[in-house]
C-alpha cells in the first residue's frame, strides 16, 4: 500500500516533456523528473500512467503520441506531437484522480475543460511573455514550484518541492583526478566561457561536457580553448560517462549569468562527493551549503579563489547533504503527499 495520507492507491497521470525520452539518454532534466516522479509513485503502491515518447521507458503504463523526442528527431514536429501530446491525456482525464503536468505552461489551456484537478510543477519561467498563462489559470491548477527563488509574487502555490535524485545512480569517489568540470548546456548562461577563465587562472586543467545550445556561443567562446591550457571538450554525455565525470572532478563550476530555478547537475556532483562553486543566484544558495558543500561567490575573483579552497571541504559531507535533502524518495514522498490531497479536496494552501 502507499505510505501516503491516502488510504487507497491513486491513479495519477505523469505528462512529461517530449522534447527527449523519459529517462533521457543524456541531457533532459524536465524528462528525468518525470520519470523519477512516475518511478517513485508506483513504488509507492500508485496507479501510474506516464504519457511520454514511444521509447521512454517505465514501470508503469506508457501512453504515447510521439515516437521519438522532437530535440533527438527533426522529423518530429514538435507542435504537432504536443498538441496530439497533451490532448491524449486530457481526453482520458476521468481515468485518473490527478494529473501530474511536468510539461510547462502549455497543458493549463485544458484545465478548465475537466474536472479531475492539476498539479503543475512550474520548471522555471522561459521567459516574462509566458507569465499571462500561469496568472489566468492559477485558480485551476496547484502550482508546484522547485525553489524557493523561482516562486513568483503573481502566483499562488501549493508546495515548493525540490528535485531529487537516487543517490544509488551516483558514485561517491572520496578523492578527486584534480581537474575542474563544466557540466551542462553550453549557452552563455550557463557561463561556460566563465568555467574556461576560472581554470585558466586556477592553472587547473577543465573539462567541458554537454550539448550545445548555442553554436554561434561555442565557436566564438568556447572552441577557441579547446586543445589548449588543459581545455577539453567531452560532448553531450549519458548517465555512466556523467557519473565518472562528475566524480573525477575537484570541483564543479556552475557560474550561471540568470537565475536558475534549480540545477540537477549541481545535485548530481555533490552526490558523487563533488564540490560545487557556484554564483549565489536563483536557487543555488538552496543547493550549496556554502563552505560546507561548496561555495557561493560573486565574480570570476572569488571564483578563482573559491577553487583553491575546495581541497579543504569534505567530500563526504558533499554526499551526506544529499542523502539527506534532495533523494529521489524524498521528493516523491512529498508529491504523493500533495497528490492524495488535491485529490480528497483537501485545502493546500498552506503549504510552504
Not at 82 to 109: K, M, Y
Not at 202 to 211: E, F, M, N, S, V
Not at 212 to 235: I, K
Request: overall charge negative; charged content about 20%; aromatic content about 8%.
Amino acid at each position: 500500500m502507499p505510505t501516503t495520507p491516502s488510504s487507497r492507491p491513486l491513479r495519477i497521470a505523469v505528462l512529461a516533456s517530449i522534447a527527449h525520452r523519459a529517462p533521457p539518454r543524456g541531457y533532459g532534466p524536465w524528462e528525468q523528473v518525470a520519470s523519477t516522479l512516475a518511478e517513485g509513485l508506483v513504488a509507492l503502491g500508485h496507479d501510474v500512467t506516464l504519457f511520454a515518447t514511444a521509447d521512454s521507458a517505465t514501470s508503469g503504463r506508457l501512453h504515447a503520441e510521439a515516437p521519438r523526442g522532437y530535440e533527438e528527431d527533426p522529423s518530429v514536429d514538435a507542435k504537432v506531437y504536443e498538441g496530439l501530446h497533451i490532448a491524449a491525456a486530457f481526453e482520458r482525464a476521468d481515468s485518473f484522480d490527478v494529473i501530474s503536468n511536468q510539461f510547462d505552461f502549455l497543458p493549463l489551456t485544458y484545465s478548465r475543460l475537466v474536472d479531475i484537478p492539476l498539479v503543475t510543477t512550474v520548471h522555471g519561467f522561459s521567459s516574462e511573455r509566458i507569465l499571462p498563462v500561469y496568472r489566468r489559470y492559477d485558480a485551476t491548477s496547484h502550482y508546484v514550484a522547485i525553489s524557493g527563488s523561482d516562486r513568483h509574487p503573481d502566483l499562488g502555490y501549493a508546495a515548493t518541492i525540490h528535485h531529487g535524485i537516487d543517490p544509488a545512480q551516483f558514485t561517491f569517489r572520496p578523492d578527486s583526478q584534480g581537474y575542474l568540470l563544466f557540466l551542462g548546456r553550453i549557452h552563455p548562461d550557463k557561463g561556460t566561457h566563465l568555467a574556461v577563465e576560472v581554470a585558466r587562472r586556477a592553472g587547473l586543467p577543465l573539462r567541458i561536457a554537454g550539448i550545445v545550445q548555442d553554436d554561434a556561443y561555442f565557436t566564438e567562446r568556447v572552441l577557441p580553448h579547446v586543445g589548449h591550457d588543459g581545455v577539453t571538450y567531452e560532448g553531450p554525455v549519458g548517465p555512466a560517462e556523467r557519473d565518472a565525470l562528475l566524480g573525477g572532478a575537484l570541483a564543479l563550476l556552475h557560474l550561471i549569468g540568470f537565475a536558475e530555478p534549480f540545477g540537477l547537475s549541481v545535485v548530481e556532483s555533490l552526490a558523487t562527493g563533488t564540490p560545487v562553486v557556484a554564483f549565489a543566484l536563483g536557487s543555488m544558495p538552496e543547493l550549496v551549503r556554502h563552505g560546507t558543500t561548496g561555495f557561493l561567490v560573486d565574480d570570476v575573483e572569488e571564483a578563482v579563489a573559491a577553487v583553491a579552497q575546495v581541497p579543504h571541504l569534505s567530500r563526504a559531507a558533499c554526499r551526506a547533504d544529499v542523502e539527506e535533502r534532495f533523494t529521489a524518495r524524498r521528493m516523491v514522498a512529498e508529491y504523493a503527499a500533495l497528490f492524495a490531497d488535491v485529490a480528497a479536496g483537501r485545502s493546500v494552501a498552506a503549504r510552504s
